[in-house]
């Protein structure tokens, strides 16, 4: 995609009743959906402007969800990679992901607005093991949608969420996977709007989604940038860098660097669902992005090892933030991001999720490539941990041998 100048709007600011980030967002649903878009804005915009609602989210995120997660130091990575490494640890936070941010957020959200049910849509099942979380915490009935393919590689993430008292679709058309599965809880929302709130897990979709995930997921990079200029002596790091599939982790990473030009803001997205590179702008699932998808406009399947990161397209805000140049957006493959799993978890002791590893094997080949140059600040978003992954990470070394 080619480089616009900015316009007027902040950046990563509030984008109006329209939804509209440059040319990006936006909100094509059927009719009856419109209502209750514009019913979830209104009460969400109330509600971030409530102080007493802030303060209750951020006490069940500091009580329940472990907040504010550290920014780690590695030293053992730094020496090997020549560069300062540092990770902010969204693996540490209840749940083992970044995704309990957005939904106790929204959990919140949804019990103040009176709904009894939430659904939601998941790849990986870390957001709908948090969803399944939340539901538990608020009392709430909770419905999941998953691709049969997720449900079968991320087998036991819906153990989890049974276990949790959530009931887990396995969703069977198309690809079988994530686009499916937000195909499917769109499709059950608009049946039951009245009781229900669709508990979307990125910053995609219809407004206010893509604004309400990224602000409910601002607060990693708030405490991010702090924790930063306390550590570098008041300075930020010269990348920010982080995995994206919807891109909630890196949207919430990078608001809180995106007001100056300080750090170099960078989303690793899989190789095989790289929606910024080697999309086209489009629609899907209520939004106008950046897609991959052929010359007649039918959505490609994306293709990675990681499930959380199998979509074909990315929010619409970092279609903007690209087009901008605010942000750069590359990709990782599938053989890079099993080396940068293995190297943390030898270097640093810590397994990563695969998602937030496509991070990592960027940051190692862009070091080696001269890039990023050596002496370089980089903080990585760990987005989540790697406990899911490992019966998967087995299988496939044990291919290899
Ligand atoms: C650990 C982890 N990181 C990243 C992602 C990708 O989502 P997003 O791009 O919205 O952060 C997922 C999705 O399931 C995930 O589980």
Known sequence: MTTKTPTSQAIMGDPGPTGRFGEFGGRYVPESLVPACIELEAAFRDAWTDPAFRSELDAVLRDYGGRPTPVTECGRLSEQLGIRVLLKREDLTHT?????????GQGLLARRMGKRKLIAETGA???G????????????ECIVYMGEVDTQRQELNVFRMEL????????????????????????AWVASVEDTHYCLGSVMGPHPYPWMVREFQRVIGDEARAQCRELLGG????????????????????????????????????????????????????????????????????????AGLDYPGIGPEHAHLAELGRARYVSAGDDEVIEAFRLLARTEGILPALESAHALAWVTAATGRGEIAQGSTVLINLSGRGDKDVAQVREILRGRS
Request: with cysteine; net charge negative; glycine share 14%.
């Open 96 to 104: 083992g992901s970044h995704k309990l941010n957005n939904v106790v």
């Open 125 to 127: 099942g870390q957001h």
């Open 129 to 140: 093991v948090a969803t399944a979380t939340a539901a538990a915490l608020f009392g709430m």
């Open 164 to 187: 949790l008292g959530a009931t887990v679709v396995p969703v069977t058309s198309g690809s079988r996977t994530l686009k499916d599965a937000v195909n499917e809880a769109l499709r």
């Open 235 to 306: 300075a930020d790091p010269d990348f920010v860098v982080a995995c994206a599939g919807g891109g909630s982790n890196a949207a919430g990473v990078f608001a809180g660097f995106a007001d100056d030009t300080s750090s170099g803001l960078v989303a690793v997205e899989a190789a095989g669902g790289a929606a910024v590179t080697t999309g086209i702008p489009g629609v899907l699932h209520g939004m106008h992005s950046a897609l991959i998808q052929d010359e007649a406009g039918q959505i490609l399947e994306a293709e990675s090892i990681s």
